[in-house]
């Protein structure tokens, strides 16, 4: 092979490898903590307490509040031990981190919330999507996606009930068939954009029991979830959960990280690739 057929061949493979490599989008799926969130009622109000919001002695700038909040409130993480207890069970400071990088599904269960509130995701919601985006991996984070999110801020809207009686609870979730086949997926999380994934109705909360005891964390009070691709195909989540010792859970920022098909740019580094391609070939010519 000569020195020229080379060059040809190393300018092809630079080229394609340039072309491939997609742009890497981040949407943020949480919603922002603040006085107006709905809250579970045995939970404290949000509050933010500024301490300092001006000049300091030196003259220059120096902020800082105190922040006063329950464990699960807003968008948050339910470490296992938040209803389990075994040898072994994650608290929020020991949950193995590589957990929160995962592979992200999205079962949308929008018409099924819309038309039953009380609705709870079945095996065959499971099943359903499977066959169109294939069979959730192994270690994967599922989200069910109620549509839940557009009532937010609203506390009667989100819990279907103007009383903080949890009796009168009313807002989808999932059910324990289905969250038995998810354990069996082997995955490591499990999310909704409700108050809970246990329906509104229950007050046994079989499904936190059940997942929490197989060391499976919760995502509740999820945000938009609308601009992701749908099904969550090719989206690695992100959770950024507190570490906090004995801690049974926390606020979390959810990051949907995945490749932006849509724009039609050239992604910075195929750029650069075509740069140096083009300078090699100007040594030759």
């Excluded at 995962?102 to 819309?114: D, F, K, R, T, Y």
């Excluded at 009313?170 to 068939?177: A, N, Q, R, T």
């Excluded at 507190?242 to 910075?268: C, Q, W, Y």
Aim: net charge negative; hydrophobic share 40%.
């Amino acid at each position: 092979m000569s020195g020229t057929d080379l060059l040809h061949k190393v300018v092809f493979m630079l080229v394609a490898v340039s072309v491939v490599i997609g742009v890497q989008k981040v949407v943020d799926i949480t919603h922002s903590l603040n006085e107006d969130n709905p809250r579970w009622p045995d939970g404290r109000e949000f509050e933010l307490n500024v301490i300092s919001n001006g000049t300091d002695s030196t003259g220059g700038w120096y902020a800082y509040n105190d922040l006063l909040f329950t464990e699960h409130t807003g968008t948050h993480f339910d470490a296992p031990c938040h209803f389990a207890m075994f040898p072994g069970v994650y608290y929020s400071s020991s949950l193995p981190v590589e957990r929160l990088v995962q592979p992200l599904s999205v079962i949308n269960l929008q018409a099924q919330a819309n038309y039953y509130r009380d609705y709870e995701a079945t095996p065959n919601d499971i099943i359903t999507f499977e066959k169109e985006f294939g069979k959730i991996p192994e270690g994967g984070i599922v989200i069910f996606d109620f549509g839940w999110s557009k009532y937010w801020k609203s506390f009667e809207a989100v819990y279907g009930s103007k009383s903080e009686d949890v009796t009168t609870f009313h807002f989808p979730g999932v059910g324990l068939s289905a969250a038995e086949l998810l354990a069996s997926r082997g995955v490591y999380g499990v999310g909704v954009d409700t108050p809970s994934v246990d329906y509104g109705p229950s007050l046994d909360f079989p499904v936190h029991r059940f997942l929490q005891g197989q060391n499976i964390f919760l995502l509740e009070n999820v945000g938009n979830m609308s601009a992701l691709p749908k099904g969550g195909d090719g989206v690695t989540l992100v959770v950024g959960a507190m570490k906090v010792d004995g801690g049974t859970g926390g606020p979390a920022r959810l990051l949907a990280l995945f490749e932006d098909t849509s724009s039609g740019n050239i992604p910075e580094c195929a750029l650069l690739t075509v740069t140096i391609v083009c300078q090699i070939i100007a040594l030759f010519v």
